[in-house]
Nanobody, 122 residues
Framework: QVQLVESGGGLVQAGGSLRLSCAAS????????VGWFRQAPGKEREFVAS????????IYADSVKGRFTISRDNAKNTLYLQMSSLKPEDTAVYYC???????????????WGQGTQVAVSS
C-alpha cells in the first residue's frame, strides 16, 4: 500500500519551467515503478512518463520527450517531474501513480495521487 501526494503545480508562462513533486508514504515505494499522468479539461487522462524502481529506466510520451524529465529519490520517498519549455497544451491536472511491480508502463497503475494543477499561459 502506498499513498501519494503531489505538489508544485501553478501558473507559468509558455517557455517556462516547473518542477512537480510527489511524496509517497510506505516502505514499498522503492520497489514500485512510478509515473506521471495528466488530464486536460474535456480530455481523457494520458500517460506522461514512467520510471523504474532504481531510476535506471524511463519512458516518455512523445509529446513531452526532450522537454520533461522524470526522476526519483528513494531515500526521500519522492518522485519528481521537471518540466521545461512548457506549452499552453501542457495545461492539465498532473497525477502521480505507482504500480506494484518494478516494470515501467504506460498503464495499469494501482495507486494514484489527488493531482496538482498546471496552467501554462501563452
Amino acid at each position: 500500500q502506498v499513498q501519494l501526494v503531489e505538489s508544485g503545480g501553478g501558473l507559468v508562462q509558455a517557455g517556462g519551467s516547473l518542477r512537480l513533486s510527489c511524496a509517497a508514504s510506505g516502505r514499498a515505494f522503492s520497489s514500485y515503478a512510478v509515473g506521471w499522468f495528466r488530464q486536460a479539461p474535456g480530455k481523457e487522462r494520458e500517460f506522461v512518463a514512467s520510471i523504474s524502481p532504481s531510476g535506471g529506466t524511463t519512458i516518455y510520451a512523445d509529446s513531452v520527450k526532450g522537454r520533461f524529465t522524470i526522476s526519483r529519490d528513494n531515500a526521500k520517498n519522492t518522485l519528481y517531474l521537471q518540466m521545461s519549455s512548457l506549452k499552453p497544451e501542457d495545461t492539465a491536472v498532473y497525477y502521480c501513480a505507482a504500480r506494484s511491480t518494478g516494470l515501467v508502463s504506460r498503464d495499469n497503475y494501482n495507486y494514484w495521487g489527488q493531482g496538482t494543477q498546471v496552467a501554462v499561459s501563452s
